[in-house]
């Protein structure tokens, strides 16, 4: 496995050009979003980047660059001219454990400018209607009665549901099974057809899910109960110690790209995720927005990639 070092210091500054910062944005700015049209990552993507365009007075098009696991969107971006035309929607793989798992041309801190956090979407323990987990603590009991007997699924190695899932196992001492997926809805499919025991799958993913009653949730890694699904207890609630693990979104610009446009940029992002009709929509897929400030999201994509190479390295987690 070839890892990347987490930098554990993310300097804010950018470069102070005078000229490129008063000329920006001179033309349309382009959005990379390094996954297919249609899923939760493209409507964050085309919701915050018509903020942007609108604050900005300037077009934003986005442009869905998916593959690789985030690498080829992520690759481009680290690379295109640091100007403030280029920007990437990043997050949990592209910035903090994919390129732990498979050598990248980029640094996943080095070479972003922090512009904000989106939002962060927690983890939720779900499980098929005829399945006979009715709590965590069944789930625990069976694999703890059961070793190498009780599985769970995910989009693949590496990915939030599989980290959250060795994170659980590790925390209690359990032997699951992890069944590895190439991406899709076919775990989820198989869920729901009862060949898969659980999924811990994130709320942007589940929400729908469970709103639909296609599945069953049993416990929320979060601080406190979701509004959408108020009977489902925390994992502190019912005395497990929680995950730790959270898809999160955020917003990035080449490294190098100058000052006063970051600053811009974050400003513009942080009226965003204050307007009510954002803040809904990001609700509504299960996602607490973040506050928008380059200082958050530079101390939570360090914190996240350092975290995640020690979970890579505990859980002996190898790429597909």
């Known amino acids: 496995m070839i890892g990347v070092a987490a930098a554990l210091t993310w300097p804010l500054a950018g470069v102070d050009d005078t000229e490129a910062v008063e000329a920006w944005p001179s033309r349309p700015i382009t959005l990379i979003v390094p996954y297919p049209t249609g899923g939760a990552n493209d409507m964050l993507g085309r919701l915050i980047g018509q903020k942007l365009a609108d604050r900005l007075k ?7 660059r998916p593959g690789a696991g985030t ?21 949990f793989a592209s910035n903090a454990v994919t390129p732990l798992l498979v050598k990248t041309d980029f640094h996943p801190v080095d070479d972003f400018a922090p512009i904000g956090l989106i939002g962060t979407a927690p983890m939720v323990v779900i499980t098929h209607e005829g399945a006979p987990f009715r709590t965590l603590k069944d789930v625990i009991d069976a694999a703890r009665a059961n070793p190498g007997r009780v599985t769970y699924g995910s989009s693949g190695n590496g990915s939030p549901l599989h980290m959250a899932g060795v994170s659980f196992c590790l925390k209690n001492n359990l032997d ?39 599945v069953r949730p049993i416990a929320l890694s979060a601080k406190r109960r979701n509004p959408d699904f108020p009977d489902v207890p925390t994992f502190a609630e019912v005395g497990v110690a929680d995950l730790d693990v959270n898809g999160w979104y955020a917003l990035f610009a080449p490294a190098r790209t100058p000052e006063r446009i970051l600053a811009t940029l974050s400003t513009a992002l942080q009226a965003a995720l204050a307007s009510p009709d954002v803040i809904e929509r990001l609700r509504s897929v299960g996602v607490t927005p973040g506050d928008g400030t380059r200082r958050e999201l530079a101390d939570y994509t360090a914190s996240e990639h350092a975290k995640y190479r020690a979970l ?9």
Do not use: C, E, W
């Open 71 to 91: 690498l080829i969107g992520a690759s481009q971006a680290a690379r295109a001219a640091p100007n403030g035309h280029t920007l990437f929607l990043g997050g």
């Open 58 to 64: 300037q077009q934003v098009i986005i442009d869905n």
């Open 312 to 320: 890579v390295h505990d859980g002996g987690i190898k790429p597909d």
């Open 176 to 214: 699951m099974v992890h069944v590895p997926y190439k991406g899709g809805s076919a775990h989820i499919l198989d869920l729901m057809a009862g060949r898969l025991d659980v999924i811990f799958d994130s709320t942007t993913n589940a929400t729908p899910l469970i709103a639909g009653a296609k």
